[in-house]
T-cell receptor, first 114, second 118 residues
Framework: DAGVIQSPRHEVTEMGQEVTLRCKPISGHNSLFWYRQTMMRGLELLIYFNNNVPIDDSGMPEDRFSAKMPNASFSTLKIQPSEPRDSAVYFC????????????FGQGTRLTVV | AQSVTQLGSHVSVSEGALVLLRCNYSSSVPPYLFWYVQYPNQGLQLLLKYTSAATLVKGINGFEAEFKKSETSFHLTKPSAHMSDAAEYFCASREGDAGGTSYGKLTFGQGTILTVHP
């Protein structure tokens, strides 16, 4: 398996534009996590899904953020409109639902909003 | 809700010295605990995990961690630091209560940056 695949790796956009980050989890995994990493706040869990259903989105900063998982092999994180404070590295991770198993991380998307 | 706290955002050691990175957890149910490492501009990689079997867990690259319920700790150690160990290390916990609403939720501590001096 190629691992968790995120795209794009880098994104530079202007304030106010819509940004969509994409994630393809490892085949067979039924849990998917979105994280945001910044120097100030560290690694924050934004939302996670089990079997394509959002379980906990309490980490989503505000209504400008939304996430979907239309099927087991694809998820998106959308920011609309984007703001400079959204600049961060966004990670997607997948795992089996069994909490004894580890999550595997993608390489991340570095988002810069100017 | 479960959480983990890492004591010390930066740790500096000399090459060959003992590495000790501290992690404490808070949980109302037995936790499942993990240590991950992140190298610059990369994603996180698993070092080791505790899943309620042996309390002393061995991982990759010579790292190990001991689960101590009495201290609610899961500290990461390595007897002899190598320059290649310089990275950021994260302790994480995963919700294991099958009847809970956050079953399987994976949360991380604040991270500890390890610097290794020659």
């Amino acid at each position: 398996d190629a691992g968790v695949i995120q795209s794009p790796r880098h994104e530079v956009t202007e304030m106010g534009q819509e940004v969509t980050l994409r994630c393809k989890p490892i085949s067979g995994h039924n849990s998917l996590f979105w994280y945001r990493q910044t120097m100030m706040r560290g690694l924050e869990l934004l939302i996670y899904f089990n079997n394509n259903v959002p379980i906990d989105d309490s980490g989503m900063p505000e209504d400008r953020f939304s996430a979907k998982m239309p099927n087991a092999s694809f998820s998106t994180l959308k920011i609309q409109p984007s703001e400079p404070r959204d600049s961060a590295v966004y990670f997607c991770a997948s795992s089996h639902q069994d909490p004894r198993t580890e999550a595997f991380f993608g390489q991340g998307t570095r988002l810069t909003v100017v | 809700a479960q959480s983990v706290t890492q004591l010390g955002s930066h740790v500096s050691v000399s090459e060959g010295a003992l590495v000790l990175l501290r992690c404490n957890y808070s949980s109302s149910v037995p936790p499942y605990l993990f240590w991950y490492v992140q190298y610059p501009n990369q994603g996180l990689q698993l070092l080791l995990k505790y899943t309620s079997a042996a309390t002393l867990v061995k991982g990759i690259n010579g790292f190990e961690a001991e689960f101590k319920k009495s201290e609610t700790s899961f500290h990461l150690t390595k007897p002899s630091a190598h320059m290649s160990d310089a990275a950021e290390y994260f302790c994480a916990s995963r919700e294991g209560d099958a009847g809970g609403t956050s079953y399987g939720k994976l949360t991380f501590g604040q991270g500890t940056i390890l610097t290794v001096h020659p």
